[in-house]
């Protein structure tokens, strides 16, 4: 049976996720993510007995050119959460498009990764310093090392959402086409098809492995700088 009093203080949690106080926000949405975990709780137990109407946008900062990890890495996170991820170049944002709470999380969710991984590749570079010889070279294993890490993480998600959905059965096409509708409302959406990278097999292997150190259900614990939720139309 699900606890109806941990179901309610999760959801006022996700409202004070909204808080224009960022470091409120980062704390409400980092203990979101701790009772899920605690409670093994999915976002379907949230948002079971609510039918939206519409769907939500939360907006968060990227670069206006996209490494194929960070393509890679929201395109895994958007199917863990029944959620669309949307880049503009031209301002360097990425719109999550999702419903309610799930749509709030994978936000977070993308936050916290993004820059989890970049300190683990980090730490790798600095123990392979001798091989960074060249500028080129040292790109290449970071590239390398960001693929391999975001390959296990995106796995990991798709095998915790195997085993707890994030939507009932019953509410997936309603979800799916109040996506598809807010998608139409934002105009023509250019599709990116990726290019065959070259990789370093050694930085790539330890990625994967290093993958592994990542708690998916963490959240923005150490995140400075929360989504934007942005406003209804």
């Known amino acids: 049976m699900v606890n109806a009093p941990i179901i309610d203080k999760i959801k006022k949690l996700l409202a004070l996720a909204n808080s224009c106080n960022e470091h409120e926000a980062a704390l409400a949405a ?14 379907a137990d949230i948002t079971a007995a609510e039918r939206p ?3 939500d946008r939360v907006e ?7 490494p194929k990890w960070i393509r890679h890495l929201s395109a895994g996170i958007s199917s863990a959460f029944d959620c669309q991820a949307i880049h503009h170049p031209a301002t360097g944002k990425m719109t999550f498009i999702g419903i309610g709470a ?4 994978a936000a977070y969710t993308f936050t916290y ?11 790798f570079l600095r123990q392979h310093a001798d091989i960074q010889t060249a500028g080129r070279q040292r790109e290449l294993l970071r590239q390398s090392y960001y693929l391999g890490a975001v390959s296990t993480i995106t796995r990991l998600l798709h095998d915790q959402k195997r085993q707890t959905p994030v939507t009932p059965g019953a509410l997936v096409p309603l979800k799916e086409g109040l996506i598809k509708q807010a998608l139409s409302e934002i105009g023509p959406i250019r599709t990116i098809h990726s290019r065959r990278s070259y990789i370093n097999a050694t930085a790539y292997n330890q990625g994967q492995a290093d993958g592994h150190k990542v708690s998916i259900l963490k959240g923005v614990q150490h995140s400075a700088t929360p989504p934007r939720i942005l406003p209804a139309d």
């Open 60 to 66: 968060t900062d990227v670069a206006r050119t996209l």
């Open 102 to 105: 799930d749509v709030q999380v």
């Open 53 to 55: 109407d519409k769907a």
């Open 113 to 123: 990764l993004d820059r989890t991984v970049r300190k683990l590749c980090a730490g």
């Open 30 to 43: 980092a203990h979101v993510q701790r009772l899920l975990a605690a409670h093994n709780l999915a976002m």
